[in-house]
């Protein structure tokens, strides 16, 4: 009994070393990744001039131009959207117990997208912070009519079942806001408001979305201990004296903020809920207050890198980001709906 | 029951579906009629009228024959080609929620087809008669991979696996078709962008030419096949007993559902959902048995394209709404109720 305590101490002690070393290391990669991409693009920018432009800026120079007004937004904006979207999806499979759970998958991506596409429609005239509230709105909507699609049915919950429901309200609620867009003729300003991914972002943008998303990753991880006790059943959860109803409203409004907001600057952009938290897991174990932090700093990881191939793979047109991250993300579903145990009949 | 009661029921019963054909009959002409009249240049009824017997102006008759009809026509037999594949995979698969979208297959054709038309482009008669071959092969390639990456040693194909894989499939074969199109020029761009969103391209008589041959042949074939697809329903060990080879029989019917979605879809467009209504419809009408129930199917599907392309055209002018995007706005919220009925 001693001994087994003592390994499990001792891998405990892996853990939090594990994930100590891999926010450090992932933070400094992070920032080379960061500052390798200002220099990479349609026009090459040698480190020196990117260096310059961050720290001795003249404004006569249209490199620094691109360097400080174009790159850096965008890189700094990936970032950010790469962290929300990572942490939502772990926070998602936490709480939900649910590993298929993803913003992308659960319906919440389509949801924003179509609160984006009326809000285009009726209310054009609307800032940009607005624009963002509406999104958190739709992304709600989305999440509220899967679990209710999902749990009309007895035994509803089960993950497969989830993305089911997931995959239908998407595809009406996607073609619903394609259609609303044809009708409305607003479909270039969405294009240009999410298809481009992060190209378009600027600094006003970012402003916007940092403090949501940096106070909704502080929540997160302010809530990480929570999460690791309903990511254990909901009867433990409640034995151990965990507020199941406040654990999950509040996991909820979470979700909804970080998927709302990147869908507002991204587009639909899938599968990083799904794969950063499975590796994120892999690597640290199953304490979510471990799991949080990293998953939010491999998510800034592969959203940066997501982009930077997306920019230089085929100069000067631009892949869109979400298909080159689905490319990925797509065999790594294929693999975890394989290990699904599916309920039986249908 | 006595002997003559069972042959009153089944004259009753061969009446009401005798009726129901004719209905559906019925509602596809009155929708072709409508469909005719609808869309940006008004024509009148009276116009229609004359024209089609041959006494309009040459305005009109170019409108309504080389515009209108051939879409008309495309909607039409699409509706029927896809209805047919999805009740032969439901059919064959005992699965409520098989159909050819969302498993993929509409998908891998259109990516063969999306990239033909990309690499070589569509220009004279022969590229536009090789369509459906080259999307045969995609839709073939997706069809296979779904299976197998469904497929499972102990368990076989759970039916929320299959269509899980299936859109999985489709999400990874939407994504590479994506980046494939990315640096072309606007023009076959908005084409690409277009066929993904289900937009009937192939609105002139070649591409109803192309596609009928497929259809004479395959309807027939489903048709033939009506009997082998009672005795499957009724599950695999009473159709072995009754001396049905029956995954040689189920190969058959796959690839004949498999091809009919890739013909379809190599001229009309990604049309979803139509194969998981229509079937679904046309059993609530007349009952399981194939050999009513395939024509019906047909013939559902078919009123479903036309009225949604209808709509697509009426709803906003002068372009129109793809007529995919109006068959996922019918459709998915019957996948929904399909997910939450039982």
Redesign the interface.
């Known amino acids: 009994m001693k001994q087994r305590q003592e390994t499990l101490q001792i891998a405990k002690w892996n853990h939090s070393w594990m994930a100590f070393v891999l926010i450090l290391a992932g933070l400094g990669v992070l920032v080379a990744l960061m500052a390798f991409s200002i220099t990479r693009g349609v026009s090459d920018i040698s480190a020196l001039t990117a260096f310059e432009a961050l720290f001795r800026f003249d404004p006569q120079n249209s490199h620094h131009l691109i360097v400080l007004d174009l790159r850096l937004p965008r890189v700094i904006a990936s970032a950010l959207v790469g962290a929300a979207l990572a942490v939502a999806g772990a926070v998602m499979q936490g709480v939900t117990r649910n590993p298929l759970a993803d913003s992308g998958l659960m319906g919440l991506n389509a949801g924003a997208g179509f609160a984006l596409a009326v809000s285009f429609a009726f209310f054009p005239s609307l800032s940009y912070l607005q624009t963002i509230l509406i999104c958190f709105a739709g992304a709600a909507l989305g999440a509220v009519m899967v679990m209710s699609?999902?749990s009309?049915?007895r035994g509803g919950t089960a993950p497969?079942?989830m993305?089911?429901?997931g995959?239908?309200?998407s595809?009406?609620l996607?073609?619903?806001s394609?259609?609303i867009a044809?009708?409305f003729d607003v479909s270039q300003d969405i294009m240009f408001w999410t298809v481009g991914g992060v190209s378009a972002a600027s600094w006003d943008q970012v402003a916007i979305m940092t403090p949501f998303i940096l106070g909704a990753l502080a929540c997160a991880i302010a809530a990480s201990r929570q999460i690791s006790l309903m990511s254990l059943g909901e009867e433990v959860a409640k034995g151990l004296g965990a507020n199941i109803k406040l654990i999950n409203a509040f996991c909820s409004v979470i979700v909804v903020v970080l998927a709302g907001i990147s869908v507002s600057v991204v587009g639909a952009v899938?599968f990083i809920g799904l794969i950063i938290p499975h590796i994120t897991r892999f690597l640290v174990g199953v304490d979510y207050r471990l799991i949080v932090p990293v998953s939010a700093v491999l998510g800034s990881l592969l959203m940066v890198a997501a982009d930077l191939g997306a920019r230089t793979m085929?100069p000067p047109?631009?892949?869109?980001v979400?298909?080159?991250i689905?490319?990925t993300g797509?065999?790594f579903?294929?693999y975890l709906?394989?290990n699904?145990r599916?309920?039986?009949s249908? | 029951m006595t002997r003559e009661a069972i042959l009153k029921y089944k004259r009753r019963l061969a009446l009401r579906n005798l009726l129901i054909l004719m209905g559906g009959l019925f509602l596809l002409l009155v929708s072709l009629f409508v469909s005719m009249n609808a869309g940006y240049s008004k024509l009148s009824i009276l116009d229609t009228l004359n024209t089609v017997a041959g006494k309009g102006t040459a305005t009109h008759e170019l409108i309504l024959f080389q515009y209108r009809l051939p879409r008309i026509v495309i909607s039409i037999l699409i509706g029927a080609g896809l209805a047919l594949s999805g009740c032969l995979i439901q059919g064959i698969s005992r699965n409520p929620l098989a159909e050819p979208g969302l498993l993929g297959i509409n998908a891998g054709a259109g990516m063969m087809v999306i990239l033909y038309a990309l690499l070589l482009g569509i220009t004279n008669f022969s590229s536009i008669f090789t369509l459906p071959f080259l999307a045969l092969i995609g839709a073939a390639g997706a069809a296979i991979s779904v299976y197998l990456l469904a497929y499972k040693k102990q368990e076989g194909i759970s039916s929320e696996r299959l269509i899980l894989t299936g859109i999985a499939v489709q999400a990874g074969i939407s994504a590479l078709t994506t980046i494939l199109i990315v640096n072309l020029d606007d023009m076959r761009f908005s084409i690409v962008s277009g066929w993904q969103a289900g937009q009937i391209w192939g609105a002139n008589w070649q591409y109803v030419l192309t596609l009928l041959p497929w259809l004479c042949v395959l309807i027939p074939y489903c048709l033939y096949k009506a009997k082998s697809l009672d005795v499957l329903n009724l599950g695999d060990e009473v159709a072995l007993a009754l001396g049905m080879p029956v995954e040689k029989e189920r190969r058959k019917i796959l690839i004949v559902a498999v091809m009919l979605a890739a013909c379809c879809v190599s001229v009309g467009g990604n049309i979803s959902f139509v194969g998981l209504i229509a079937p679904h419809l046309a059993r609530r009408m007349v009952g399981p048995k194939h050999q009513i129930l395939l024509p019906v199917c047909a013939l559902t599907g078919a009123v479903l394209v036309c009225i949604a392309d209808t709509l697509g055209r009426m709803l906003i002018q002068p372009s129109s709404i793809p007529t995919g995007i109006m068959t996922a706005i019918i459709g998915a919220p019957y996948f929904i109720y399909l997910l939450v009925r039982r």
């Open positions: 699609v999902a009309l049915r497969m079942r993305v089911l429901a995959a239908a309200i595809a009406l996607t073609a619903l394609q259609g044809l009708c899938g085929n047109a631009e892949i869109p979400g298909a080159l689905a490319i797509v065999p579903f294929l709906a394989r699904q599916s309920s039986k249908l």
